[in-house]
């Protein structure tokens, strides 16, 4: 029987460091750091997640503006804001909410927040840079998930790393940062031919794609690490895309949902936002 990672424990001792960080610039800059949050969509859980970056920023006395937009913007009318939130010497990182609304210019308005306020790591110079293996800042969810291993000790180098799903936020840059740490990584998605084939073979497996309970009990290796980071809902409740409670008696170590991964995310969002800060 393998172990339940405790994941709120690993944000708790990180949250000293942050709070550490942050008395230190106010102290010796006279800084006190600010996002910027961008939300153009309609999406419920858009507003839960951007939610809870706000209630992070305000325990931890980080500044948080949000700028809500309605279903008639344009693209433009979005890189307008972005370019004043560019020049805005106060703001230090700027945080584009995803979806945005289907008629909007995804991959410009991203590449319109400047790399060095890019505190989710999604333009294309600092997503580069990571594949380079010299990247700064990275997105938070994956970087989250390198936290998690590196806090329960996890031996990633020469490891057999595989990541389920492909997505730009999360499955892409968790797999480069495996590779970066040194592991042999496949990606697996929706058109993956035998899902089990490969997953059986992972000392680390990594499941992003938000299909509740994919990942059976049969499909795991013995003594492997599970990193689930769906959240699905299914009758009301919050699931993963792992059946953990079948999973963790073939597994060393799995993370809960909720109360996993999610956690280290928005964590590690306030960790980017200080790198962001620090380097001015
Ligand atoms: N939508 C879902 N996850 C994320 C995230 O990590 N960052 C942003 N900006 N949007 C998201």
């Known amino acids: 029987m393998g172990e339940i990672i405790n994941v709120k424990d690993i944000v708790e001792k990180r949250k000293i460091l942050i709070r ?6 106010k102290r010796e800059k006279d800084i006190i750091p600010k996002l910027a949050v961008i939300i153009a969509n309609s999406e419920e859980a858009s507003r839960v997640y951007v939610g809870r970056k706000r209630k992070m920023c305000e325990t931890l006395g980080i500044l948080e ?8 913007i344009t693209t433009e009318d979005v890189l307008r804001e972005i370019n004043r939130l560019n020049n805005d010497d106060t703001v ?7 979806p945005l609304f289907k008629h909007l210019d995804t991959s410009k308005i991203l590449k319109a927040v400047l790399p060095t306020k890019d505190v989710d790591g999604f333009h294309p110079e600092n ?3 990571l594949i380079q293996g010299n990247g ?6 994956p970087k989250g998930v390198m936290t998690i291993l590196k806090e329960i000790g996890a031996n990633i180098e020469g490891k057999d790393a595989v990541v389920v799903g492909r997505s730009v936020i999360v499955g892409r840059p968790m ?5 970066n740490a040194g592991a042999t990584v496949t990606i697996c998605h929706s058109k993956t031919k035998d899902l089990t084939n490969h997953t059986k073979r992972a000392d680390i497996l990594i499941v992003a794609v938000g299909v509740p309970h994919l990942i059976k009990e049969n499909m795991v290796k013995e003594n492997s690490i599970v990193i689930d980071i769906g959240i699905n809902k299914v009758d ?16 060393k170590s799995v993370t809960p949902v909720p109360g996993g991964v999610g956690l280290t995310t928005v964590h590690t969002l306030i960790e980017n936002l200080m790198d962001l800060t620090e380097a001015v």
Do not use: H, W
């Open 127 to 129: 997503f580069g840079n």
């Open 175 to 179: 797999a480069a940062m495996l590779t």
């Open 65 to 72: 503006e949000e700028y809500e937009f309605s279903e008639d």
């Open 136 to 141: 700064k800042i990275a997105p938070c969810t």
């Open 92 to 98: 230090n990182g700027i945080l584009v909410q995803l």
């Open 236 to 251: 009301g409740k919050l699931v993963g895309d792992v059946d953990t409670e079948n999973v963790v008696k073939i597994a």
């Open 20 to 25: 550490e960080r942050i008395e230190k610039l």
